[in-house]
Nanobody, 114 residues
């Protein structure tokens, strides 16, 4: 099983990025999936999550700016990030929980300049 995250980069404050996470060796289906992020010197935190009951939750810091979505056919998870702020700078990871096992992507770096 591999989760391949991509789409990170350097963007100015107020800009947008769309992260993608493609799965191989498994399918996202309607299992619990999420995006996490980790800034230097901080703990990994959840940014946005699809729960197994298909409900969606966002961290307060990103509500109204980030949107999580998934394409079942393409087997890909997305995170649309708008109005980016310097404090959004972090390594972003996709996460899948399936059959009581947890899988992580390798991370994609997002850097937001002021």
């Amino acid at each position: 099983v591999q989760l391949q995250a991509s789409g990170g980069g350097l963007v100015q404050a107020g800009g947008s990025l769309r992260l993608s996470c493609a799965a191989s060796g498994t399918t996202f289906g309607y299992n619990a999936v999420a995006w996490y992020r980790q800034a230097p010197g901080t703990e990994r935190e959840v940014v946005a999550r699809f729960s197994s009951d298909r409900s969606i939750n966002y961290a307060d810091a990103v509500k109204g700016r980030f949107t999580i979505s998934r394409d079942i056919v393409k087997n890909t998870l997305y995170l649309q990030m708008n109005n980016l702020k310097p404090e959004d700078t972090a390594m972003y990871y996709c996460n899948l929980v399936k059959n009581r096992r947890e899988y992580w992507g390798q991370g994609t770096l997002v850097t937001v300049s002021s």
